[in-house]
Nanobody, 123 residues
Framework: QVQLVESGGGLVQPGGSLRLSCAAS????????KGWYRQAPGKQRELVAAMTSSGSTNYADSVKGRFTISRDNAKKTVYLQMNSLKPEDTAVYYCNADLTFFSAGYYITNDYWGQGTQVTVSS
């Protein structure tokens, strides 16, 4: 079974840092990371950061200069380094990617979301 597994969330004080990880598990042939999203209580899910296959990055205005997306292709993992965290960054963070795997004689590509990891910024 292929899936995305996130880790790295937690409780941090304002001004602190966290690094989130999103790894593909299972027999994944290829991964196309599409971005990190977050959803705060009572709000819609929003795109936080994205990286294209060529390495171009895109950030929400609210996190520019504070968050950095990166990836390790060999590990099929994408990271979100979050610095200078603010209380308004509190949310559940999700990663999103297309995963390609081989099943029953076919190459299959599906859209996957991670289970979410809670980030709480509070003093």
């Amino acid at each position: 079974q292929v899936q995305l597994v996130e880790s790295g969330g937690g409780l941090v004080q304002p001004g602190g840092s966290l690094r989130l990880s999103c790894a593909a598990s299972g027999t994944v042939l290829s991964i196309n990371h599409k971005g990190w999203y977050r959803q705060a209580p009572g709000k819609q899910r929003e795109l936080v950061a994205a990286m294209t296959s060529s390495g171009s990055t895109n950030y929400a205005d609210s996190v520019k200069g504070r968050f950095t997306i990166s990836r390790d292709n060999a590990k099929k993992t994408v990271y979100l380094q979050m610095n200078s965290l603010k209380p308004e960054d509190t949310a559940v963070y999700y990663c999103n990617a297309d995963l390609t795997f081989f099943s029953a004689g076919y190459y299959i590509t599906n859209d996957y979301w991670g289970q979410g990891t809670q980030v709480t910024v509070s003093s």
